[in-house]
Nanobody, 124 residues
C-alpha cells in the first residue's frame, strides 16, 4: 500500500503560479512512476504530467506543455508540479497517483494509488 497526500492547491489569478506537492508513504517510492492528473466539473480525468522512477523520463499533457514541470525527489518521497502561466481552464481538482511501472504512462489504469486531490482555481 502507498498513501499519497497532496498539498499546495488554492486560488490564483490567471498568469500566476502554483506549486503542488505530493508526499508518499508506504511502499518503496523509487520503484513507482508518479503522475499528476486533474478533473474539472463535468469533464473526464486527464493526465497532466508523469515522471518515471529515475526522474529523467517525463510525459506531459498537450495543454500544459511548456507551462508545467513535474519533478520527484526519491530521497524525500515527494513529487512536485510547478505550474506557471496558469489559465482559467486549468481550474480542476488535481490528483497525485503512483503506479508500478518504471516509465511514465498516460493511462490512469496503470496507476494503483491515488491521493484525495487538491483544488486549484484560476480566476480570470
Amino acid at each position: 500500500q502507498m498513501r499519497l497526500v497532496e498539498s499546495g492547491g488554492g486560488l490564483v489569478q490567471a498568469g500566476g503560479s502554483l506549486r503542488l506537492s505530493c508526499a508518499a508513504s508506504g511502499e518503496h517510492f523509487p520503484s513507482h512512476a508518479m503522475s499528476w492528473w486533474r478533473q474539472a466539473p463535468g469533464k473526464e480525468r486527464e493526465l497532466v504530467a508523469a515522471v518515471g522512477w529515475a526522474g529523467d523520463n517525463t510525459k506531459y499533457g498537450d495543454s500544459v506543455k511548456g507551462r508545467f514541470t513535474i519533478a520527484r525527489d526519491n530521497t524525500k518521497n515527494t513529487v512536485t508540479l510547478q505550474m506557471n502561466s496558469l489559465k482559467p481552464e486549468d481550474t480542476a481538482v488535481y490528483y497525485c497517483a503512483a503506479g508500478p511501472a518504471h516509465c511514465p504512462t498516460g493511462y490512469s489504469s496503470h496507476y494503483d494509488y491515488w491521493g484525495q486531490g487538491t483544488q486549484v482555481t484560476v480566476s480570470s
